[in-house]
């Protein structure tokens, strides 16, 4: 098993308590982490219920017992690894989450798209349109402060690592903006303005 105490309760936390018998059985296969998760203060709604949002998971990737596990379970083995810090083994398990319409995923795909990693980003950029869109925009809807800093997150880091390149082009803009999650100002200027310099003038 991955963890116990602390640990365990957080990884459970970012499921819905109706779930917590499958992220059980999901975390029993996993191997000893070699260091303790990373933990955030973030949570989300999700069906009227709060839940977690992970920060990173050390442990190693399961070689046994993930055939035993029901898709369920599966599912949420990738969307706990969908928070490794190796980013190869985040990208492997978010596409096992981009066939799939349950209303718990959503916040693991879209805080991969407010992170650094642009190729995760071009993973489900190209997949977005198979995405449960509805699904995506009642999230959305019912979690603002979650998506004004994922959109903030989605310009500070074109703005610092990829601005060589429109806005408009970059895969954490593209992928928000196909499933109608992109609705704030963030970014407005190089929006409206695609030759704007980023370098003269303070992010927004």
């Not at 105490?5 to 936390?13: E, F, I, P, T």
């Not at 998760?37 to 998971?57: F, I, M, P, S």
């Not at 959109?151 to 610092?160: A, D, F």
């Amino acid at each position: 098993m991955v963890a116990g105490g602390d640990d365990a309760a957080a990884l459970r936390a970012a499921f819905p308590a109706a779930l917590g018998s499958s992220v059980d059985a999901a975390m029993l296969v996993m191997p000893q982490a070699q260091h303790p998760l990373h933990k955030t203060d973030l949570q989300v709604e999700v069906e009227g219920e709060k839940v977690a949002v992970l920060g990173r998971l050390y442990a190693p990737e399961p070689t046994t017992g993930v055939s035993s596990l029901t898709p369920i379970q599966r599912l949420i083995l990738s969307a706990l690894y969908s928070r490794h810090h190796d980013g190869f083994v985040r990208e492997r398990h978010v596409r096992q989450l981009l066939d799939v319409d349950h209303v718990w995923i959503p916040p693991f795909v879209v805080l991969l798209l407010g992170e650094y990693v642009v190729q995760i980003g071009q993973v489900i950029a190209e997949r977005v349109s198979g995405l449960p869109r509805q699904t995506y925009i009642d999230f959305a809807r019912v979690n603002p402060d979650f998506m004004r800093l994922t959109r903030s997150r989605v310009v500070s880091y074109w703005w610092e690592y990829y601005s060589s390149v429109p806005l408009r082009e970059y895969p954490g803009y593209r992928s928000l903006q196909d499933l109608g999650m992109w609705d704030g100002p963030e970014g407005r200027r190089w929006l409206c303005d695609p030759g704007f310099e980023p370098g003269s003038a303070t992010r927004t």
